[in-house]
């Protein structure tokens, strides 16, 4: 680890809710007994209300706080303390009325307590912006680092979303260049990446409910972090272009920040890539400044500065200005350089800063960065799965066409070949099933979904043949419909995968005959054949007999058997009877039970055959006719939480 040097202020911080009860406390604990409440005009509401709470602690209220801390505002309030005799300052609002508590303790060396209604985190910090005859100055000094920060989540549960949002972003910008600042150090990278996970989690929630007080809680906290990032090291390119455009065309602050953020970070990314990373991660995006933009303008719904497009597009002077003004960053910063702006050759000065600042996010595309491009764009999916699944197909998919490196004719034939495949499907066909199927995605998934215990039996394909109005039949029924074949006689028990008999236990069976058709492939069948539904006795049996099914080939006159053809392979699936098995408290058993003398068992053209389900159909001719024989003892997995029901 670097060296490093870290000065922890000495501010005491009170945090939570309807902590502003313990404000006259705190104005003890410093030993004074005439407080001065300060506040802007439009609060004055507030600063009354603290003053009554206070009773003989409160020497009065000077309400004339005002933006930028205008030097004369601040001599109005220095004589007023003076002739009320008082012993300390209580600021409360955002960054007006702390600066003017500032400026107050720097003349006068009282004590501060500052109770904070907004995200400014102005309350955390050293540092002081004063404005005289219209020129901004900005000190640093220990004399003006409040005593006591009293946060009270109640005081910011009223503050406009869209403001909240504004003063959240300008307060981010602070940890952001905390990351990246020549003079950080681990504690404030810690402090910085804490404050912008907690901003992008609580800020878009305030925007869906104001009064959400979970995420003003973690709000407010995150804007005290980011004061102390302010306090403790340096700010970087980022500020300096902001405050030297505000200045130049007195722009609102919150705002510009909110606006140049994520294109100074773009801008900056070559310079620290490792903070970059940092800030991406604590944003959970890919990439910092998507994520910076994202956020922004998830929050503030496209900020924008009307003013300084207007005031761009009628001063020549101005614009010409700033393409000369020099923008001067510390030597050691890890900034990129940026001298000029290049300003005087466009149109749209918003469009033209940007532009300078940073890369344009959604443009300029190649084979090296579309991925992120795409993937970004995916960081406000609101649904984490479906986040996660798009991401995920996003990268194999573009990996796949990068890999193959495919052909404009080849993708417009993979397009061809899916819109047919589409067409293709009806109330009886499913060609995408069948494309899946035959893809082996099918059985993947039911892999991935059915990892079977011990003593349960291993799960299979559904295929397109299921119907689920098969009728009930008895025990040791005859289900062929007529249909003729070598004879089957099937038996079968149904276990928990413990071994205990399930009774009850519903059994649908369905099987082709020995030319390999379904009945429902059969147009000329008046009705349903070799298939039934069974329920189990009590020793968990159920017995039908039927006919010999052959092995068959799945539907090929579609697209899916146009795709075997062109790549060699047979449609052909081995002889099976299908299950499906219910019971409460069990998980619902698809599977097959495959003949072990039947061909295409090692080349099944769904995948779907696995050694557990190979069975003998063995051949018994005591009767005289040769009939085949089935017996099977299947096993059902029990549903997680179903203990209780058995
Ligand atoms: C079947 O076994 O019925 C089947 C399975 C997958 C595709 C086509 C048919
Ligand atoms: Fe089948």
């Not at 404000?23 to 439009?42: H, I, K, Q």
């Not at 020497?59 to 205008?70: D, I, K, L, R, Y």
């Not at 009774?503 to 649908?508: N, P, Q, R």
């Amino acid at each position: 680890m670097q060296p490093f040097a870290y000065n922890a202020p000495a501010t005491r911080v009170i945090f939570g809710s309807g902590t502003r009860a313990r404000l006259a406390d705190e104005v003890r604990r410093l030993s004074c007994r005439r407080a001065l409440l300060l506040s802007t005009a439009p609060q004055r509401g507030e600063a009354d209300a603290l003053a009554a709470d206070l009773g003989a602690l409160a020497a009065g209220v000077f309400a004339e706080a005002a933006m930028h801390t205008p030097v004369d505002v601040t001599a109005r309030a220095v004589a007023q303390a003076r002739a009320l005799d008082a012993d300390c300052v209580v600021a409360i609002g955002g960054g007006s009325a702390t600066g003017l508590g500032k400026a107050i303790a720097l003349h006068t060396d009282l004590p501060q307590i500052v109770l904070p209604t907004t995200y400014a985190g102005s309350e955390a910090t050293a540092i002081l912006g004063q404005t005289e005859g219209g020129r901004k100055t900005t000190l640093r000094n220990a004399k003006v680092q409040p005593e006591v920060i009293i946060y009270d989540v109640d005081l910011t549960l009223t503050l406009p979303p869209q403001q909240s949002a504004v003063s959240g972003l300008n307060a981010i910008a602070h940890a952001v260049e905390a990351l990246y600042a020549h003079d950080r150090n681990p504690v404030t990278s810690l402090i910085a990446g804490e404050a912008i996970r907690r901003f992008a989690q609580s800020l878009p929630k305030l925007m869906a409910a104001a009064g959400d007080r979970d995420a003003r809680s973690d709000a407010l906290y995150a804007a005290w972090l980011c004061g102390c990032c302010l306090n403790a090291v340096s700010m970087g390119l980022h500020h300096k272009l902001c405050h030297t455009l505000g200045g130049m065309f007195d722009l609102p602050h919150a705002e510009t920040h909110a606006v140049i953020l994520p294109h100074a970070v773009a801008y900056n990314t070559p310079a620290a890539a490792d903070a970059m990373q940092h800030i991406a991660l604590a944003l959970g995006a890919t990439d910092a400044s998507a994520g910076l933009f994202d956020l922004a303008h998830r929050l503030a719904r496209r900020p924008r500065l009307p003013r300084w497009e207007c005031k761009h597009r009628t001063s020549t002077a101005r614009r010409r200005l700033l393409s000369k003004r020099p923008i001067q960053i510390h030597g050691r910063s890890r900034c990129r350089r940026f001298e000029r702006c290049s300003t005087t050759r466009c149109t749209a000065c918003g469009q033209c800063l940007h532009r300078a600042a940073g890369r344009p996010r959604m443009r300029d595309f190649d084979e090296h960065n579309i991925t992120r491009a795409v993937i970004d764009s995916l960081a406000q999916t609101g649904d984490a799965r479906l986040k996660t699944v798009m991401t995920s197909l996003v990268r194999h998919l573009h990996d796949f066409v990068r890999d193959v490196e495919i052909s404009f004719e080849e993708w417009s034939a993979a397009i061809d070949f899916l819109t047919r495949t589409g067409q293709m499907c009806s109330d009886k066909r499913q060609e995408f099933i069948l494309l899946s199927d035959t893809l082996g995605v099918s059985m993947l998934v039911d892999a991935i979904n059915h990892r079977m215990p011990e003593g349960a039996t291993e799960t299979t394909v559904l295929g397109p043949f299921f119907v689920a109005a098969a009728p009930e039949l008895p025990f040791g029924a005859d289900i062929s419909g007529g249909i003729e074949g070598e004879k089957l006689s099937v038996n079968g028990v149904v276990c928990a995968s413990d071994g205990r008999p399930l009774a009850e236990a519903t059994v649908h069976v369905w099987h082709a005959d020995d030319d390999g058709y379904y009945d429902v492939q059969q147009a000329d069948l008046q009705s349903l054949a070799m298939r039934a539904r069974f329920r189990t006795d009590r020793d968990g049996r159920f017995a039908f007999t039927s006919i010999m099914p052959a092995f068959y080939p799945i539907p090929h006159d579609g697209p899916v058997g146009e795709m075997l053809e062109a790549l060699g392979r047979h449609p052909y699936r081995p002889a099976h009877v299908h299950f499906m098995i219910a019971a409460e408290g069990y998980e619902t058993l698809i599977t097959h039970i495959f003949d072990a003398e039947s061909p295409y068992l090692d080349s099944d053209a769904v995948f779907g055959v696995k050694n557990s389900l190979i069975a003998p159909f063995p051949r018994d001719d005591r009767s005289g006719k040769v009939q085949r024989g089935l017996s099977y003892r299947f096993g059902l997995k029990p549903l997680p939480n179903a203990a209780q029901l058995v």
